[in-house]
């Protein structure tokens, strides 16, 4: 076997190799995730002199993490499923790194970016999980009748806005 045939097979198996996620995000246009890694360096402190710190330094290339919300254009470039935005191919250590270095972050906790190896699971996973909300929606202005009253379909929108809308702007004027 050539020296080039040798290289060219060992490319290919670093590159099937290569474990990656597929990941689920809910956040309106995504988010970059970048690898970063520890260096201690030195910063000025008052008074003259310096003191020894941590500082975490970005490596490697950022890695684009998919939102559900694009332009119309681009509209069929991103599978949606459940209100997430799928995007496959992802790096599972830097992924799983990022991960762990924001797990006490509200996305996180609050299932709006979530990964996993079986992309067939991971859009199961997001099928049941459709009705999370982000908070980040669109709000739904539309209203509806209950028990005589209107009220807005969207939860977030407070109710006594529904009551100034049925009884008139007039009447709320002092």
């Known amino acids: 076997m050539s020296n080039v045939a040798a290289i060219e097979k060992t490319n290919e198996a670093a590159l099937t190799s290569r474990k990656v996620v597929t990941v689920a995000c809910k956040l309106p246009h995504g ?6 890694s520890e260096h201690i360096g030195h910063e000025n402190v008052l008074g003259g002199g310096t003191r020894k710190v941590k500082m975490f330094r970005p490596t490697g290339t ?3 993490i998919k939102g559900p ?3 119309d254009v681009f509209v069929r470039l991103v599978e949606v499923v459940g209100g997430y935005a799928i995007t496959e191919g ?7 790194r990022w991960l762990s270095w924001n797990k006490e972050s509200a996305f996180v906790v609050n299932k709006m970016v979530f990964g996993h190896e079986d992309g067939a699971y991971l859009r199961a996973w997001a099928k049941e999980h459709s009705s999370t909300r982000s908070g980040m929606e669109a709000i739904d202005v539309t209203l509806k009748s209950e028990q005589g009253k209107l009220v807005y379909v969207d939860p977030r929108v407070r109710q ?3 009551e100034m809308f ?7 004027v002092a």
């Open 160 to 162: 006594e806005t529904a």
């Open 90 to 96: 992802v790096d599972a250590e830097v992924f799983g």
């Open 166 to 172: 049925k009884a008139g702007a007039d009447a709320n």
């Open 69 to 71: 919300v694009v332009p």
């Open 31 to 36: 988010l970059i995730i970048r690898d970063h």
């Open 62 to 64: 950022p890695i684009r």
